[in-house]
């Protein structure tokens, strides 16, 4: 099973807010921003750089999403 802060992860990449990420997984935008401060301490690194207008990955965060949609994709796969 997929954990629920790497799914939360990779709808704010798509989704590019956090508002619209809570949205999306009908949770509370501190709930989406819990989500990704536990990631970022439990791999030590910035996932996004600190912008108010965009949310843009840091090089690390770009890493790890490409490591989140395999994960994503390999579980999809699975279940088929």
């Known amino acids: 099973m997929i954990d629920n802060k790497t799914r939360t992860l990779l709808t704010l990449v798509s989704a590019g807010s956090y508002t619209k990420a ?43 999403v490409k490591y989140a949609r395999r994960t994503m994709a390999i579980y999809n796969n699975c279940k088929q």
């Open 22 to 64: 809570a949205q999306i997984l009908s949770l509370t935008q501190p709930a989406v921003s819990h989500h990704i401060r536990q990631l970022e301490e439990e791999f030590g690194i910035q996932i996004f750089y600190k912008d108010k207008k965009e949310l843009k990955l840091t090089p690390e965060g770009a890493i790890l």
